[in-house]
T-cell receptor
Framework: NAGVTQTPKFRVLKTGQSMTLLCAQDMNHEYMYWYRQDPGMGLRLIHYSVGEGTTAKGEVPDGYNVSRLKKQNFLLGLESAAPSQTSVYFC??????????FGQGTRLTVV | KQEVTQIPAALSVPEGENLVLNCSFTDSAIYNLQWFRQDPGKGLTSLLLIQSSQREQTSGRLNASLDKSSGRSTLYIAASQPGDSATYLCAALFYPNKLIFGTGTLLAVQP
């Protein structure tokens, strides 16, 4: 049982490049989340989804877009990467009032 | 605004001490609260989940309590060990399905 899988694990981008991070879950969870974590800080919510075809803004949505075309996948896109988006990105999924499960993280560096 | 705060930001204790980590949230309309542990450079490990209808949960040397009316949760660690050294994060599941994290408490247990 894989749980929540993030792809890729590491990536280096040049300023202005675009990329998509993939979060895949195999637990048939309804809710999915994208966070960023900067040094010495907790996780900040970027966007989230309450079901297939839905997305909503979190605390820090600017500069990111998301899509949930399939229930098991939640994609996070950076259209024009900036150094300020250098961070570790975590994805999570949950169902009902149960605990949230997290991926292993994606370390992104924008130079 | 739905916010989660953790105090203190950092804590250093000698081995064997019992300690309490604090988590406060601004909106009492939460579904549940989850405590996590994060080791340096690693992902999140779920420790305890407390539903809004519960007052406390226990797992081994860990005990988490929840007081919705005062907007507070505490994580009690008994007989601390050097292996407990990590960052501890709490996350509140707010209506409607926003999972918001605190900034974390960095714990160091000195041998």
């Amino acid at each position: 049982n894989a749980g929540v899988t993030q792809t890729p694990k590491f990536r280096v981008l040049k300023t202005g490049q675009s990329m998509t991070l993939l979060c895949a879950q195999d637990m048939n969870h309804e809710y999915m989340y994208w966070y960023r974590q900067d040094p010495g800080m907790g996780l900040r919510l970027i966007h989230y989804s309450v079901g297939e075809g839905t997305t909503a803004k979190g605390e820090v949505p600017d500069g990111y877009n998301v899509s949930r075309l399939k229930k098991q996948n939640f994609l996070l896109g950076l259209e024009s990467a900036a150094p300020s988006q250098t961070s570790v990105y975590f994805c999570a999924s949950r169902e009902g009032n149960t605990e949230a499960f997290f991926g292993q993280g994606t370390r992104l560096t924008v130079v | 605004k739905q916010e989660v705060t953790q105090i203190p930001a950092a804590l250093s204790v000698p081995e064997g001490e019992n300690l309490v980590l604090n988590c406060s949230f601004t909106d009492s309309a939460i579904y549940n609260l989850q405590w996590f542990r994060q080791d340096p450079g690693k992902g999140l490990t779920s420790l305890l989940l407390i539903q809004s209808s519960q007052r406390e949960q226990t797992s081994g040397r860990l005990n988490a309590s929840l007081d919705k009316s005062s907007g507070r949760s505490t994580l009690y660690i008994a007989a601390s060990q050097p292996g407990d050294s990590a960052t501890y994060l709490c996350a509140a599941l707010f209506y409607p399905n926003k999972l918001i994290f605190g900034t974390g408490t960095l714990l160091a247990v000195q041998p």
